[in-house]
């Protein structure tokens, strides 16, 4: 069921079967931490130290984007299918949504998660959205939130920080929290405030969202312009 993918253990599972792994860690209080990295993640797992030892202490990985599914077949480790962060966000929303579980929103810019909360509350009525903060928090203004997360009694955490932020700011806090789950889930919350759209279906079912968030957000460009080459270097 794991593949190590250039020593990173990633999950070989459909969508389906990642949202119900997930949805079990709600119960175990484990304070569990999924992370759902892209080709460029992988490529700073390779070149930076601390974003390895952050994303090594990860209980659960899953491959969101096209270039983490070419590098693990050309690894000869073929995964079953991209995991994308924000679409296994919104099953668990729904699976948290009808058992009644508690949600925690933290990150996005001031306001965002606020509005991703009453979106959400229009949609589920059953959801319960606890507790949002914003992600623009000082160093200073940690004690609270982990303190709020404790009280508020939370089973899945939302942590939308910006990859490679949010992975070290789980690692470091697992200690600290008490809870069922935390996902890093980059801007997850934008595009269920409705700020960020996702891709259109044809583009997604293309292999091409890479290249929308490219258009929508030219600045990519230079975080993703040393993929080919990092790609083109992997071999078996
Ligand atoms: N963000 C945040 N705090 C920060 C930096 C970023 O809350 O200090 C948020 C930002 O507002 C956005 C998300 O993190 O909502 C990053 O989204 P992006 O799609 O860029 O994620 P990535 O591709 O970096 O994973």
């Known amino acids: 069921m794991t593949v190590s993918i250039l020593g990173l253990p990633v999950r070989n599972v459909t969508v389906q079967e990642a949202v119900t792994d997930v949805a079990g860690f709600f119960e175990q209080r484990e304070s569990k931490i999924v992370v759902t990295p892209n080709a460029e993640i992988l490529q700073m797992f390779t070149e930076d130290d601390t974003v390895k030892a952050a994303l090594l202490q990860a209980d659960y990985v899953v491959p969101d984007g096209v270039g983490i599914m070419i590098i693990a077949k050309k690894l000869k480790t073929p995964l079953k299918e991209k995991v994308a962060g924000v679409e296994l966000a919104g099953h668990l929303l729904q699976t948290a949504a009808e058992k ?112 929308y968030r490219l258009i929508k957000e030219p600045w990519r460009f230079k975080r993703m312009a040393h993929l080919p080459a990092f790609l083109f270097k992997i071999k078996k």
């Open 100 to 211: 009644r579980k508690r949600i925690y929103f933290l990150g996005g810019k001031p306001g965002i998660a606020e509005t991703a909360r009453k979106n959400l509350e229009k949609k589920y009525s059953s959801i319960q959205i606890v507790g949002v903060r914003d992600g623009y928090f000082k160093p200073e203004d940690e004690p609270a939130i982990l303190e709020e997360i404790n009280r508020l009694n939370v089973d899945m955490l939302f942590v939308c920080l910006g990859a490679p932020k949010q992975e070290k700011w789980m690692a470091e806090h697992k200690k600290d929290l008490k809870l069922g789950v935390m996902l890093g889930l980059g801007g997850t919350l934008d595009v269920l405030a409705g700020t960020a759209k996702r891709a259109p279906k044809w583009m997604i079912a293309c292999s091409l969202e890479w290249l």
